[in-house]
């Protein structure tokens, strides 16, 4: 059963909402807010074929997209029509993600609500989304959109009369196509307890009848459909100067020899269908993000082949590594460097996913969210953390639940599964996530430098035109509590940023550094 967003369940759960924060769904920061000419402007990517590129503004200030996914738009399959799937993401989340520092949100999106029947697309779940982006972009954050999937799609679910042999099990549903575009060759819905999810039969032949371009409803290949629908959302933002990019799809999996080209075949084609819908409307070219496959961030499967693309695309591969996943998290800001560099021209680098469950942040014995936050500042990264915020009906959930397990809910709040409801936010997890962040580089960045009890933040860079903006966000609402070294910038000011301090100055002009201290 899928829930419609217009679900009376779905009233409730912004009553839920509204409770647990204690607070209208009104923005509380917005008059705390700068409002500097420069405050959002559309980005471009400038790659480096000797190094990892850069994501800059036309003033060429360097930018860290640093961020959070949401996935509040996701349609995931309900296996409990007691429990919810998502929680809305309304104005307080807004706030909330703003007083983090960040500066992105990857936007989750599904192609089944997108593209509910064949060539027909609902603009009311479009409109939807456009409200979301309108939020964040008031609160001077950016917004990735995410056309995401785990394995495969929501109607993958077995019937309820499968049977399987010893050692398997019924499989559940999860998100991504709609039913008429999965092709299961008919095979049975089961799969092997403790076999990852990407290895179920009917999901390795709904990736392999997308990768063949296998034709569907009015004689179109699926994969066909969906780079078009891959234009049409293109088309209905492409004017919209915070929609930093696209993310093309999420987590693709491969299991076959060639796989591997189609899958470059498949980013040419939805890249030329994303820069055909811009032409048409007359809009900039936007970033294109794209991954490795699901085996890449699982066992360090080789990235997909170099494929022919324009200068405006950005590699995002997940980097859990260290996280839930065997190889080092060093090692998987090494590889995704090299392959930066070696396969696709020195693109820029965002790990639009990252993470872990919530209880690492409560080890102190565990270091590996500042570990992988200071590797994000040494290679200049950008990263968006799986996830704001999860509900126990969420897909994910499920083998949790049917394993007799109370489900381990990711994301900043604490969720009773039982009772169904929102106790409030882990604020030990967001205390250990949430840091002094350089929004934006007057010019080009050399290095940034962050310790981690987030008690010191220096950065340096050259090349900066004079007059371009640096910003930095520091959490605390006393700026006199923050000391302040620089040179190469004018002088320093600060304003109150939901709950923190936005630091900013002007580039003299050539090099630069500043040094916070708290």
């Not at 429990?83 to 007083?99: E, G």
């Not at 709609?178 to 709904?206: K, M, N, S, T």
């Not at 860079?461 to 910003?471: I, T």
Request: hydrophobic share 40%; net charge negative.
């Amino acid at each position: 059963m899928l829930m419609s967003c217009l679900s009376p369940l779905r009233i409730s759960i912004a009553s839920c909402l509204l409770v647990a924060f204690g607070c209208t769904s009104t923005s509380e920061g917005g008059s705390e807010v700068p409002a500097p000419a420069d405050a959002l402007p559309a980005l471009v990517a400038v790659p480096d074929a000797e190094d990892v590129g850069r994501i800059v503004d036309a003033d060429g200030r360097e930018v860290l997209l640093r961020g959070v996914n949401v996935n509040a738009h996701i349609e995931y399959w309900q296996y409990d029509p007691e429990l919810f799937t998502t929680y809305p993401f309304i104005d307080r989340d807004a706030d909330m993600v703003a007083a983090m520092g960040w500066n992105m949100v990857r936007l989750g999106l599904s192609w089944s609500r997108v593209e509910p029947e064949p060539g027909e697309y609902d603009e009311e779940y479009l409109d939807e989304l456009a409200e979301a982006v309108a939020m964040l972009r008031e609160r001077g954050v950016y917004t990735l959109m995410d056309l995401h999937q785990d394995p495969w799609s929501p109607h993958v679910v077995a019937p309820p009369d499968q049977e399987c042999p010893e050692g398997a099990r019924p499989t559940g549903g999860w998100d991504g196509a709609p039913e008429w575009a999965l092709f299961d060759d008919g095979l049975p819905r089961c799969e092997v307890i403790g076999a990852p999810r990407e290895l179920i039969p009917v999901v390795q032949a709904a990736w392999r009848n997308f990768m063949d371009d296998v034709e569907g409803p009015g004689g179109v290949g699926i994969r066909t459909r969906y780079a078009q629908m891959f234009g049409h959302l293109v088309a209905r933002f492409a004017q919209d100067d915070s929609v930093v990019g696209y993310e093309v799809i999420n987590e693709p999996a491969l299991f076959e020899p060639g796989q591997e080209v189609q899958l470059t075949d498949f980013y040419e084609d939805c890249l030329a269908e994303m820069r055909a819908a811009e032409d048409r409307v007359g809009a900039p070219r936007r970033l294109f993000f794209f991954e490795p496959s699901v085996g890449w961030n699982a066992v360090g499967l080789p990235a997909p082949p170099p494929f022919d693309h324009d200068d405006q695309v950005v590699y995002a591969p997940h980097i859990y590594q260290g996280g839930i996943d065997p190889p080092t998290l060093e090692g998987g800001f090494a590889r995704a460097a090299q392959d930066s560099t070696m396969l696709y021209g020195g693109a820029p680098v965002v790990t639009t996913e990252w993470g872990s469950g919530p209880d690492r942040a409560k080890d102190p014995e565990d270091d590996y969210f500042e570990r992988h936050l200071q590797e994000q500042d040494s290679y200049r990264f950008g990263a968006a953390i799986w996830t704001w915020r999860e509900a126990c009906g969420d897909a994910h959930k499920y083998n949790e639940v049917r394993d007799g397990k109370i489900p381990e809910v990711w994301g900043f709040f604490e969720v009773d599964c039982e009772t169904n409801t929102i106790e409030g936010e882990r604020t030990e997890y967001r205390d250990t996530i949430q840091k002094m962040a350089l929004r934006f580089a007057p010019g080009a960045l050399s290095e940034v430098d962050w310790a981690k009890d987030d008690t010191e933040l220096s950065a340096s860079g050259d090349d900066a035109p004079s007059g371009n903006r640096l910003e930095v966000f520091v959490p605390t609402d006393d700026a006199t509590t923050v000391s302040v070294e620089s040179t190469g910038l004018g002088a320093v000011e600060s304003v109150p940023w939901f709950g923190g301090t936005l630091f900013y100055a002007r580039a003299e002009g050539g090099s630069w550094s500043i040094r916070l201290t708290r």
